[in-house]
């Protein structure tokens, strides 16, 4: 049985039912916020995916505003473990651009070295002196 | 007004000498100089009368947590305000959010992801309403921090509670934000999870450079990325802190920072954003 968070959203392909595969539909927005944040949202929202019985599961960011990275990064692991862990067919539909950047950002990360060491000051101050200083 | 409890320790709350970000945690840490805290402390907010994020917030969630009582400030403007803005409970619920003109306290608790995630875009959704009309692409310098910074909390932390409280300033022309937790902060955090012993002023270090705890190249953006965007895109400032040391960042200067006698369990990160009037890329800087 789905989970019920995900009954309002659901529907049934005609084409399917002969085969019994099902595909949810997921808005985002709806189900976790117009701007996306936490990794722990992600992660919940995983785990409800895992345990529906869908197979076809669409990832609709119509309404979404932003995602953050860390959350696009929760995201595309989620992506990662569904699809080969749970052979599940995800599909993303529908990110505007902004998270669209977002998520491509992440996608690209992981197939990229690591960025340069960034320069970090290391000219200690004590706070109160800070204070001080015009 | 005073909270609620019997009291032995007053602590005068002073208002910040200098108008920069970092100034704005003083008055905190003038107050965590007097002593330890406990639910026999009262912070005596009567003089103030003007009150920033990075002043308040850190003052709430001691009040939360310790129990300590507090009085309000005699002006009735700041005490009022401090009213509207749900002083110092916070809310914890979007749709009480919705109905609101001013940004209230957020109260960001573990226990129910969704309302989180909810409040924390409404959170973001006020800041923008109070900062309308914006350029294009401003948005995203308004939620990426704030989105940043709140999964921290509850990635990091091992804390069930954490807060977010945001300020326009229109004869200023800025925005002040803070988010902070009472948590085990940067430096047991890379103690327990990766075996590594640092000190705070390290852990703050690393943190900024973007070591993950997780033990993944892949993690640990999202401060580093925050800062670039405000200090260099945006010409504002950031703040951060955990245990007895910090960072601020601003143009042309950034600078680590130590607390003598005082430690912060848990982070602290503030930001400054003036008033964005060109279109805004985030995306030039995400890694």
């Known amino acids: ?134 | 007004m005073v909270g609620s409890g019997n009291y032995m320790a007053s602590i005068k709350i002073n208002a910040p000498n200098g108008t920069q970000l970092h100034n704005q945690f003083a008055p905190v840490f003038q107050a965590l100089k007097q002593g330890p805290i406990s639910s026999e402390t009262e912070f005596d907010l009567s003089a103030l009368s003007f009150l920033s994020p990075l002043t308040t917030l850190p003052l709430v969630s001691l009040i939360h947590e310790i129990g300590c009582s507090f009085k309000m400030p005699t002006n009735s403007q700041v005490s009022s305000y401090l009213d509207t803005v749900s002083f110092p409970t916070g809310i914890s619920s979007d749709f009480v959010a919705r109905g609101m003109t001013y940004i209230p306290i957020g109260r960001l608790s573990a226990g129910d992801t969704a309302a989180n995630e909810r409040l924390i875009s409404e959170f973001g959704q006020l800041i923008l309403n109070k900062l309308a009309p914006l350029p294009l692409g401003a948005a995203n310098a308004i939620h990426y921090p704030i989105g940043e910074m709140t999964t921290n909390i509850f990635d990091h932390s091992k804390k069930d509670t954490g807060w977010m409280f945001g300020q326009y300033f229109p004869k200023k022309k800025y925005l002040d934000v803070c988010i902070l937790d009472r948590g085990r902060g940067f430096r047991r955090c890379y103690e327990e999870e990766l075996n590594l012993v640092v000190d705070d002023a390290q852990a703050v270090d690393l943190a900024l450079r973007g070591k993950s705890s997780k033990k993944s190249d892949e993690r640990g953006f999202g401060i580093w990325t925050t800062k670039r965007m405000i200090v260099e895109g945006l010409g504002g400032q950031c703040f951060i802190l955990s245990g007895s040391a910090g960072y601020i960042a601003m143009p042309g200067n950034e600078q680590p920072f130590t607390l003598k006698d005082v430690s912060w369990n848990g982070v602290i990160v503030a930001f400054r954003i003036p008033d964005i009037t060109q279109p805004f890329d985030h995306t030039r800087y995400l890694e």
Not at chain 1, 28 to 40: G, N, Y
């Open chain 1, 1 to 134: 049985m789905l989970p019920s968070l995900f009954r309002d959203t659901m529907y049934l392909r005609n084409a399917d039912m002969t085969n019994k595969i099902q595909t949810i539909r997921v808005d985002l927005a709806e189900k976790l916020a117009p701007c996306i944040s936490t990794r722990v949202a992600i992660q919940v929202l995983r785990n409800e995916l895992v345990a529906s019985s869908a197979k076809n599961i669409v990832l609709d960011f119509q309404h979404v505003e932003s995602v953050s990275r860390s959350a696009a990064h929760e995201l595309i692991l989620t992506l990662f473990d569904l699809t080969n862990l749970f052979h599940k067919k995800v599909a993303i539909e529908n990110p505007n651009d902004g998270v669209q950047a977002v998520l491509s950002a992440v996608t690209d990360r992981s197939i990229k070295s690591k960025p340069e060491e960034r320069y970090v000051s290391q000219k200690t101050i004590d706070f109160e002196e800070l204070c001080q200083l015009a």
